[in-house]
């Protein structure tokens, strides 16, 4: 899978080294010792697993969003009870997984409580995969859903400017006797970071993908960075499809959290700011108040079938395949690569 490549690996870094240096990173360009854990934590694990559009490659992104002062490095999330089943978290302008972190506890115990909970963040900053925000749910036994709005770069269906985020949209459930079951992925015909990617490395998108600043259809990687927009997934014929789901990510993760929709925010004030500033909505179901363990074994039988009907890989099996691995060889880095991180650990 050459999306997944990496160029030239040459260095095999302990995973918990490159966690800690990452978080020597954060914290010495701007965040507090607790955010600098919480973002090295993500980041590290998104490289781990492979998921090279949120990994590594996102730390200059978030460097020079830190030095704009769009984000708020030490913000300290305000955590509201709204409702037996309702939390609300203020991320202060502030990264959105920290302040997840602060309401984890206290959703997974509402979630058991009353069979669902929601967790609505609002002034958050965004700048990652979406399933490490669903996994720990499903390994703590819950079903859990969570939506992200990003940054106006992606037509609505049959329009005609960029208006709604790439929008990835996260599910986890619990299987009986294996990692859990997890989808992460883009409503965007391709996450933004993987067109960044592409014209970083000179390879064309596929047909059907963006457009240039004119509207008109291109392939050409930097067209669609520059002024351009991509398009909602579903292809030619049912973008109509992408395109609504990412309209629900809108209302889910902007309306009904208080954050901005992807069109709202304006960062042309912070030169070098890259993070969406919008919403996160985390849902989470105890499947134990119906099926009680049954509900995993049901994972497992749905699982069993479709393997049965020919499919070939689960989504998740990727990455948990490249986890065990760089877990057993070292998180494999370009060599330069290895070395930048270790200098701005310093500086
Ligand atoms: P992909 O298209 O790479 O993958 C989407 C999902 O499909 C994954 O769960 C993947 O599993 C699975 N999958 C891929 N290929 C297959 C296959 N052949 N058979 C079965 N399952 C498959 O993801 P995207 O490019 O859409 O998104 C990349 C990342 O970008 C995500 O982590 C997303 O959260 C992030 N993102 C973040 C945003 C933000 O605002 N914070 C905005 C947009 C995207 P596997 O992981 O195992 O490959
Ligand atoms: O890859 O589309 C993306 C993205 C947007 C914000 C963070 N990642």
Known sequence: NTKHAHLTPTEHIPFDTLRTTLAHIFERHGTSAAVAAVLADNCASAERDGAHSHGVFRIPGYLSTLASGWVDGHAIPRVQDMAPGFLSVDACNGFAQPAYMMAYDALVAKARANGIALLAIHNSHHFAALWPDV??????????????????????????????????????????????????????????????????????LPEGFGVDCNGQPTTDPRAVLDGGALLPFGGLHSSYKGSALSMMVELLAAALTGGHFSFEFDWRGHSGAQTPHTGELIIAIDPAKSQGRGFAQRCEDLVRAMAGAGQQRLPGERRYRQRAQSLREGVALPAATWAELQRLAQA
Do not use: W, Y
Request: hydrophobic share 50%; charged share 15%; proline share 9%.
């Open 135 to 204: 996994e720990p749910l499903a390994r703590d036994g819950l079903v859990a859903l969570a939506l992200v709005n990003s940054m106006a770069c992606v037509v609505p269906s049959g329009g005609t400017k960029a208006l709604f985020g790439t929008n990835p949209i996260a599910f986890a459930a619990p299987r009986a006797g294996h990692d859990p079951l997890v989808f992460d992925l883009a409503t965007s015909a391709m996450a933004h970071g993987d067109v960044q990617i592409a014209a970083r490395e000179g390879r064309p």
